[in-house]
């Protein structure tokens, strides 16, 4: 590995190129170069809003920090990506908080299925102390938690028939991700959850290893899962936050300017990243129609029920990580609905 937070001594000379040449930025004109790598395809809202932390970036340090963008699991999944940060091996990477979970086990709260009732509600909860507290215990974890970025409600496809009820999950062999809450809700729902790494979950599909998934939208649309699936149900079981992590080691040996840049950077992408991602969850159902998947929609009264049937699951999760915690955390969703 290039040993990328490598000391320059010709920092100023690196900036003055960058200005001299007027043109896009290369690794060579940098001091420092971030590797940062995403699970999901070019064409998903995750990677426009890198593409935006990157032009940021480069721009406000003259070219002196260079950021290489990886999509579709090309640098691992968002476990490995995350254990390259911890030996800062990697940069930058953008996990879905379930499979933060693993490495700071609070992160779980926020997978609680139907915790948040909107974005904007969750967007206040996140951006707010809660959140801010969470990014700071990854600290620990040789992580930095920069800004809270946006996957977004998970919905059910399958091949088999359509989730219209919580009884239709029975029997189901559905890919879910690598978190302990997640395995056990489906799995108390009555389907057959298999925790997989999201790189393989598309052949995993094509080959009938998994009878379905849930994902938002923009990546049941973006990833072409309509080739591979035949139903779609608007579940909206769980929202799952993006969070966009930097390693702490590399954090540490950038000039304080430098922190602040990225920083600044990773919350105004963000913002970004949650406005195309929410503009591509309300186009991505009719062009899943259009390419004939079956859409179901999910009453308020299913998913009544299929809260209850999980309720018991929340309510250990909540006493395993801290009820006094969890409790916090309810408040403050209930807090954000009536400002
Ligand atoms: C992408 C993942 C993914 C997530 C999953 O790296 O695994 O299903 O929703 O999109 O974070």
Excluded: C
């Excluded at 963008?69 to 999944?77: A, K, R």
């Excluded at 409600?153 to 809450?181: C, I, K, W, Y």
């Excluded at 929340?314 to 409790?327: L, M, Q």
């Amino acid at each position: 590995e290039n040993g990328s937070a490598s000391e320059g001594e010709d920092t100023e000379e690196a900036a003055e190129n960058g200005e001299e040449s007027g043109g896009e930025a290369t690794s060579e004109d940098a001091t420092y170069t971030i590797e940062a790598g995403i699970g999901l395809n070019n064409k998903h809202p995750q990677y426009k809003g890198l593409l935006e932390f990157k032009e940021i970036v480069e721009e406000e340090t003259d070219g002196d920090v260079f950021v290489e963008t990886y999509h579709s699991s090309q640098l691992g999944d968002d476990r490995e990506m995350m254990e390259s940060l911890q030996l800062n091996t990697q940069e930058v990477t953008i996990p879905s908080t379930a499979p933060i979970a693993n490495f700071v086990e609070e992160f779980t709260v926020f997978d609680f299925p139907f915790l948040f009732p909107n974005e904007q509600v969750a967007d206040q909860v996140l951006d707010g102390e809660i959140g801010d507290r969470l990014l700071g215990k990854l600290e620990e974890e040789e992580m930095v938690g920069l800004a809270y970025w946006e996957n977004g409600f998970r919905d059910v496809t399958n091949s088999q028939h359509p989730v219209e009820t919580a009884e239709d999950f029975e029997g189901l062999t559905l890919r879910t991700m690598e978190n302990d809450l997640h395995l056990d809700a489906f799995s108390e729902l009555g389907a057959n959850p298999t925790p997989m790494a999201f790189g393989e979950l598309f052949t995993a599909m094509q080959q009938g290893t998994v009878d379905g998934q849930e994902n938002p939208l923009a990546t049941i649309y973006l990833e072409s899962f309509y080739e591979v699936q035949d139903y779609y149900s608007d579940t909206h079981h769980v929202y799952s936050p993006f969070v966009f992590l930097m390693s702490k080691q590399f954090y540490d040996g950038l000039p304080d300017e430098y922190q602040t840049i990225v920083e600044d950077a990773a919350v105004e992408a963000g913002e970004f990243q949650r406005e195309q991602n929410r503009k591509a969850n309300e186009e991505h159902l009719s062009n899943l129609e259009e390419e004939g998947m079956e859409i179901t929609e999910v009453s308020d009264e299913a998913r009544a029920e299929m809260k209850e049937i999980v309720q018991p699951v929340i309510d250990d999760y909540a006493e395993e990580i801290g009820a006094d915690f969890v409790d916090e955390v309810y408040q403050a969703v209930e807090d954000a609905q009536e400002n």
